[in-house]
């Protein structure tokens, strides 16, 4: 590459540099703009380039990301959006290629449920529309407000007491099949 900038005049280096979005002082020598040019071709091709306070993440793997988006929290959701009135519940899938999560949270019980499924719950709003009369021309007019669709209490995760009052508690009823229950 550098044999071909080489061929290049300093003005069309410069023209070069500036689409790529390089910086460089006015008075750079040919040289020099031919090796900021050369330095950043490496960086986009794979090596990364130094810059100065950021830091190069590691690309997350699969099972990072299932991982992270199985996360679950502690919550209570009750329904602000008239659709869903009288209904038990909201049943939400969220995924991207790698993973997909969700599942079906009810209203007005502590529950728990993935992250991205709790990020999208936030996101969602219902729009009202309500007509009111123009004081000077006497036409109703429609003023229309956004709210959010679901009222979200956020709580805190159980401790390892609870837990493990849960588990006596599941395994009392015999609500979880244990290993030996499963004939095969």
């Not at 936030?122 to 123009?134: A, Y």
């Not at 009222?151 to 030996?180: H, N, V, W």
Request: hydrophobic content about 35%; charged content about 30%.
């Amino acid at each position: 590459m550098s044999q071909h900038l080489e061929e290049k005049s300093l003005p069309e280096l410069r023209d070069i540099a500036d689409e790529l979005g390089i910086e460089y002082p006015n008075n750079i020598s040919k040289a020099k703009i031919i090796q900021k040019l050369v330095e950043d071709d490496e960086a986009v091709e794979g090596k990364p380039a130094d810059v100065e306070g950021v830091k190069v993440k590691k690309r997350e793997s699969a099972a990072d990301i299932k991982a992270r988006m199985n996360k679950l929290i502690r919550l209570r959701v009750s329904s602000n959006d008239p659709q869903y009135k009288g209904r038990n519940g909201v049943t939400l899938q969220v995924g991207n290629k790698t993973a997909v999560v969700g599942k079906f949270i009810p209203f007005n019980t502590i529950w728990h449920c993935q992250e991205p499924v709790l990020n999208s719950l936030k996101r969602r709003q219902w729009r009202q529309t309500v007509f009111k009369t123009d004081r000077t021309t006497g036409m109703k007019v429609p003023v229309t407000s956004v709210h959010p669709s679901f009222i979200i209490e956020l709580l805190p995760s159980l401790t390892e007491k609870e837990l493990a009052k849960l588990a006596t508690d599941q395994s009392a009823r015999g609500s979880i099949p244990m290993d030996s229950d499963t004939n095969v």
